[in-house]
């Protein structure tokens, strides 16, 4: 299907999650009736990009054709990247510099990097599970940049990136346009695609998830219904644009397994007249999401509040699921507010955008990370839990404002890198924030003798 572009800033964008799409920067540049003719319009070449394999189901079918000035093909060969970037995993294993364990991090907002550091440069992984190798698995990065990528362009051949910018916008130039990605916003950039980032406001930070062997989707609603949480058309894709430039030395830096590999070309990889198809690049602003929550007692479990989600092969239990706690109302009677203590069998990393975290009073702050892994117990620190307590019953309605958090939550127990466990940003006291919490414990004899005879 073809949308009317939608005005977003300066750029415009295709509105939908997951449609047939097709946008073109010239007027006739996308072929009629068939994908590959013999002689595209303006002498184009028709290239495809397949994101899924040829004979997946037809509902999980990802592709897109390119009518691009040049074909992509045309480079040097492949190469090590000198200088490489040794921070970035895709493979975790007891053979490489990754670690297991389950104590509580938390890790405070990284600072801008002192020397010129592009996107590539200043990408660096967390943690993750798996193998790009074996097409499963993910891995959680963050980011410090100061400098925009100059002559040259990265393409993840490992998997999906899910960036979300914490300070400082993004203007992502892809192959099919353009995406100016600011912080309360995401973006995704499928497998395969090329791509560079420039920073319209100078030095940015954020984080990115990574997931390898399957793409994002949007969660199933169940009982909520047709509306409700991300709207299908709040997903914006951008419009074709493309540059015919000669570019001496042009860079392609390729992530592959991990490791970085460059190549040549005299030309800008950004060159697409036009293009069809739904495996394509594409924002979200994370305000538009539609809450939902308890309206009379309890806590809402975390997963009502899913954006994306990248599934497993079991029903209900996902590779990565990503999570937001956005403002919102808290109406619940007779209950603790906050997220509860918990144990969970899932991994869960958890970002904060901007504002506080409820659960939080202190240390963790916009820019950070938290990692509460498979079974460690985790909750509300015991300022959260006292101040909370202290209100009582008759606490009203309560609009949780100026926050925005999230969470990657995985099934699949991630190993920590070398570095980040190294980090002088790791804060080695969080455990501090739960040691003052106190028993409450109080028995009295009411309760005594009514224990006794129930004994009885």
Request: aromatic residues 14%; contains cysteine; negative net charge.
């Amino acid at each position: 299907m073809m949308g009317d572009p939608i005005a977003g800033g300066e750029f415009e964008y295709l509105s939908g999650f997951g449609n047939h799409i097709s946008s073109e920067a010239l007027a006739g540049a996308l072929p009629a009736a068939q994908n590959s003719p013999l002689i595209c319009p303006y002498g184009l070449y028709a290239e495809q990009i397949s994101g899924t394999s040829f004979t997946s189901p037809r509902n999980r079918n990802l592709f897109s054709w390119f009518y691009r000035i040049k074909p992509s093909v045309t480079h040097e060969p492949f190469k090590a990247r000198v200088p490489g970037n040794g921070r970035i995993l895709s493979e975790f294993n007891h053979s490489n510099n990754s670690s297991t364990n389950p104590t509580q991090l938390r890790w405070k907002p990284m600072d801008t990097p002192i020397s010129p550091t592009d996107f590539i440069d200043g990408l660096f992984t967390i943690c993750g599970s798996g193998s790009s190798f074996m097409r499963h698995g993910y891995a959680i990065h963050m980011y410090t940049a100061n400098k925009s990528m100059d002559n040259c362009a990265f393409c993840n051949a490992d998997g999906d990136f899910l960036m979300v910018p914490q300070q400082g916008r993004l203007l992502i130039t892809t192959e099919c346009g353009k995406l100016e990605v600011s912080p309360g916003e995401i973006s995704v950039l499928p497998q395969g695609f090329r791509f560079s980032v420039n920073l319209p406001d100078g030095p940015s930070r954020g984080y990115v998830a990574e997931i390898f062997g399957t793409h994002f989707q949007l969660p199933d609603l169940g009982p909520i219904g047709a509306n409700g949480l991300a709207a299908s058309r709040d997903f914006l894709a951008p419009t074709a644009w493309f540059e015919d430039k000669s570019y001496p030395g042009y860079t392609i830096v390729q992530k592959f397994g991990g490791e970085l590999f460059a190549a040549v070309q005299d030309f800008s990889p950004f060159n697409v007249v036009a293009w069809h198809g739904n495996y394509v690049p594409y924002k979200y602003d994370l305000s538009k999401f539609c809450p939902y929550n308890t309206v009379l007692f309890d806590h809402s479990d975390p997963s009502i509040n899913t954006v994306l989600t990248a599934p497993t092969d079991k029903p209900g239990v996902a590779l990565l699921d990503f999570v937001i706690f956005p403002p919102r109302w808290l109406v619940a009677e007779h209950t603790f507010r906050p997220p509860y203590y918990h144990r969970n069998c899932m991994s869960e990393f958890m970002g904060l955008i901007h504002g506080g975290y409820e659960a939080k009073v202190d240390g963790f702050l916009p820019g950070g990370a938290s990692l509460h892994n498979c079974m460690t117990p985790h909750g509300p620190d015991t300022k959260s839990y006292e101040a909370t307590i202290a209100r009582g019953n008759d606490v009203g309605p309560h609009k949780i404002t100026d926050t925005m958090a999230f969470m990657f939550e995985s099934s699949l127990i991630p190993r920590i890198t070398k570095w980040a466990l190294e980090s002088p940003f790791l804060d080695p006291d969080y455990y501090q924030c739960w040691i003052g919490l106190r028993s409450h414990f109080t028995v009295t004899e009411t309760s005594k003798n009514s224990t006794f005879h129930n004994g009885q």
